[in-house]
Structures are given as structure tokens and as C-alpha cells.
T-cell receptor, first 113, second 113 residues
Framework: DQQVKQNSPSLSVQEGRISILNCDYT??????FLWYKKYPAEGPTFLIS?????DKNEDGRFTVFLNKSAKHLSLHIVPSQPGDSAVYFC????????????FGKGTKLTVNP | EPEVTQTPSHQVTQMGQEVILRCVPI?????FYWYRQILGQKVEFLVS????????KSEIFDDQFSVERPDGSNFTLKIRSTKLEDSAMYFC???????????FGSGTRLTVV
């Protein structure tokens, strides 16, 4: 039951270029979406989120885009830095009383110097 | 910055043994969670806990699992009779505002042999 899908297990980009990580979801009840970043031996760290009433949210080098009709969101990192190398998880929740997050499998981003 | 602390970082246990994973959430947080990640798989929700009771649990969280907040600061996950398939990384999280403010701990790697 993959309600949140990250179809690319890995992505490699050059330092300074744009990284685009994609996420698709199937549950139309999801209305809040989050991106987490995870380094080895650490827990997921919150990066950025977006509510379904918006189609874009920006925080510094990180921008999340939401396309509700396509049930698709993406995370853009510009410019990418070697320290961004980590596993990125997309997560979703439905705000109608549930507090749980449903995660994708993650995309391992490698930013090469 | 406040953090969620989990101990131990790695636990090895024999199949059939009971294991208790410990977490110290952020002190002013009211919502507490356990998630797990089997190697190579997605992070999965186990249980949420609020106001001294379970508020939501997943199908994974069967009778072998229990949670407790014994002393107002610790939050524990107990697995009564461990199975090989319980081997995973277990993450504790706490929040002051449900899904909007999760902070994850670094995890406990449980290995059942």
C-alpha cells in the first residue's frame, strides 16, 4: 500500500546546480505535505512543508511545489551544495484528526563537488 | 536546540525476549510517536500518544507492542516477545502541534537474532 511514492531511489547532481526530487501520492485525503532530510545514523530532520491550499512554498534554497490535480509534489534545491547529500523523504498527512505521517521510501541525493 | 533523545542507540536481543526502547521527548511537547524503518524500506508509523493514552495506532502495532510514559519525561516502547522481523530502526518523535512540529530522535537500531 504505497500511498506516497518516491520513484527515484537516487539522484546525483553537481554542486551549484538544481536538485529536483519528486513525490507522488494516491490518497486524495492528504492535505499537508512535508519533506524530511536524513543523514546516516540520525533521525529525519524537518526541511519544508506545504499545505494543500498552496501550490508553492519557499524557504531559502528550498522550494516545494504542489500539483494537486496530478497528486504530485517536488522539492527544488538551488543551488545544491555537497552538505545537501542525504536521503530525502516525502511525507503526507490528512489533517482531519490524524497525526500520523505517511512516508515515501526516500531518494538518496548526492551532490558532487 | 531541544532534541529528542533515544537510548540505546543499538540493541541486540534474542528472539522471544522482551525489549524496551527508551525516549526522552522535548520537555514541553504533548504529542509522542513511534515509527520504525526496516532496512531499505520506508519509515512506518506505529503509534501516537497524547494525554496519557494511545490516540492512533497502525496495523503493525499489535498486542506484542505497548507504550508507556512512566514518569512524565520518558516515553517507552515495549516489544513483549521479539521476532526476527522486528529488526528495524525505531524512531521516537515528539511534537507540540501534531503533524506541524515533529522532532525525531536519532533512532534505536534493534537487531533480533
Amino acid at each position: 500500500d504505497q500511498q506516497v511514492k518516491q520513484n527515484s531511489p537516487s539522484l546525483s547532481v553537481q554542486e551549484g546546480r538544481i536538485s529536483i526530487l519528486n513525490c507522488d501520492y494516491t490518497n486524495s485525503m492528504f492535505d499537508y505535505f512535508l519533506w524530511y532530510k536524513k543523514y546516516p545514523a540520525e533521525g529525519p530532520t524537518f526541511l519544508i512543508s506545504i499545505s494543500s491550499i498552496k501550490d508553492k512554498n519557499e524557504d531559502g534554497r528550498f522550494t516545494v511545489f504542489l500539483n494537486k490535480s496530478a497528486k504530485h509534489l517536488s522539492l527544488h534545491i538551488v543551488p545544491s551544495q555537497p552538505g545537501d547529500s542525504a536521503v530525502y523523504f516525502c511525507a503526507a498527512s490528512s489533517q482531519g484528526g490524524s497525526e500520523k505521517l505517511v512516508f515515501g521510501k526516500g531518494t538518496k541525493l548526492t551532490v558532487n563537488p | 536546540e531541544p532534541e529528542v533523545t533515544q537510548t540505546p542507540s543499538h540493541q541486540v536481543t534474542q528472539m522471544g525476549q522482551e525489549v524496551i526502547l527508551r525516549c526522552v521527548p522535548i520537555s514541553n511537547h504533548l504529542y509522542f510517536y513511534w515509527y520504525r524503518q526496516i532496512l531499505g524500506q520506508k519509515v512506518e508509523f506505529l503509534v501516537s500518544f497524547y494525554n496519557n493514552e494511545i490516540s492512533e495506532k497502525s496495523e503493525i502495532f499489535d498486542d506484542q507492542f505497548s507504550v508507556e510514559r512512566p514518569d512524565g519525561s520518558n516515553f517507552t516502547l515495549k516489544i513483549r516477545s521479539t521476532k526476527l522481523e522486528d529488526s528495524a530502526m525505531y524512531f521516537c518523535a515528539s511534537s507540540d502541534e501534531g503533524v506541524y512540529g515533529y522532532t525525531f530522535g536519532s533512532g534505536t537500531r534493534l537487531t533480533v537474532v
